[in-house]
């Protein structure tokens, strides 16, 4: 029996969660559309890399349709996220083909900054399946509160976000432990799976931080396309069929360990790993550090959910800093 073999059915034997399996969560399950890394901030353990630099990655209308086709029939939320989506250059058309395809009750967006599309966002969006953190600024809260009443924005004190790019496999961890912490991930239990773009190819991947990893290290010419193509009820495959991303990308990633991690905005370190220090070129190096962690003890205590980024800020609000 080959290696590849005995993780096909170590994974398929797990607790984990396929794609079209329900969770615990709005709409009984999530599926993101990533349309840009491109955001106005740079948040401290940003799932997405949108605190590093290096050029955004802007997915075209033609993939967009394309992704949104593919979950016509998806029963969960189909959430337009980033980076902030709302900077995408042709955001308007995104608006428009996600209302021809999915109903409203559907419709999430994931965004810190409305930038100006307020009336547009309040028409296409469902409200309560949206996930709208200002991340401190109160121009972005008074936009919201202004153009979309019933948005219910967060974020006012500053979130903290667990580290995503420690990679586990880095660090003093046998893998019977690991394997045991993977299969209970915060992301992979009760949030999402993700669409994007992988070397100018639309990909779907079983969780949004193996997207993330992936676009992230795209430029690297070894770095494997672990990314499914996106077809027609590709999300109703079973996790056997994402053994490559699980057996890749778990293992490079700690949300798992739900590392306490700095505060979003008002923080000053960044933490990473081995495996991910190539791409940790930070857009606000002047004002951050970068701690390179070797081991567990270092990631400085734990939260409750790694998913509860909001929550977990809250608890120690900017002003007490």
């Known amino acids: ?82 980076g902030n989506p709302c900077m995408h250059p042709k955001f308007a058309d995104i608006c428009n083909v996600l209302a021809e395809h999915i109903p409203y009750h559907r419709r999430g967006l994931w965004s810190n900054n409305l930038n100006g ?52 496999k880095d660090l003093d961890i046998p893998f019977s432990e690991m394997w045991e912490l993977i299969q209970n991930c915060d992301i992979n239990q009760l949030w999402s799976a993700m669409i994007g773009v992988f070397r100018g190819e639309l990909r779907a991947w079983f969780c949004e931080v193996a997207g993330a990893q992936s676009m992230l290290h795209e430029n690297e010419p070894s770095y494997p396309d672990t990314g499914l193509k996106v077809t027609e009820h590709w999300w109703k495959l079973p996790i056997a069929s994402f053994t490559n991303q699980v057996m890749k990308h778990c293992f490079e990633c700690s949300v798992p360990l739900k590392g306490m991690g700095d505060l979003a905005i008002n923080g000053h370190v960044e933490q990473v790993s081995k495996t991910h220090e190539k791409i940790f070129h930070l857009k606000r190096a002047n004002t951050r550090l970068i701690q390179v962690i070797t081991r567990r003890d270092e990631l400085g205590g734990e939260v409750e959910h790694a998913t509860n980024y909001i929550e977990n800020g809250i608890l120690f609000p900017m002003e007490n800093k």
């Open 1 to 82: 029996m080959t290696d590849r073999s005995n993780d096909r059915i170590r994974v398929a034997n797990s607790r984990m969660k396929a794609p079209g399996d329900e969770r615990n969560t709005w709409g009984h399950g999530i599926i993101q559309i990533m349309i840009t890394r491109a955001c106005d901030l740079a948040c401290i353990n940003c799932t997405q890399g949108s605190n590093l630099a290096g050029k955004p990655m802007i997915m075209s209308l033609p993939q967009f349709e394309e992704a949104v086709r593919s979950l016509k029939d998806y029963y969960g939320i189909v959430g337009i996220f980033g």
């Open 117 to 168: 599309h307020g009336k547009l966002c309040r028409a296409t969006f469902n409200p309560e399946v949206s996930n709208l953190n200002v991340h401190t600024s109160f121009e972005a809260y008074s936009e919201m509160l202004r153009d979309w009443p019933e948005c219910h924005p967060k974020g006012v004190h500053d979130s903290r976000h667990s580290p995503v790019f420690v990679a586990m």
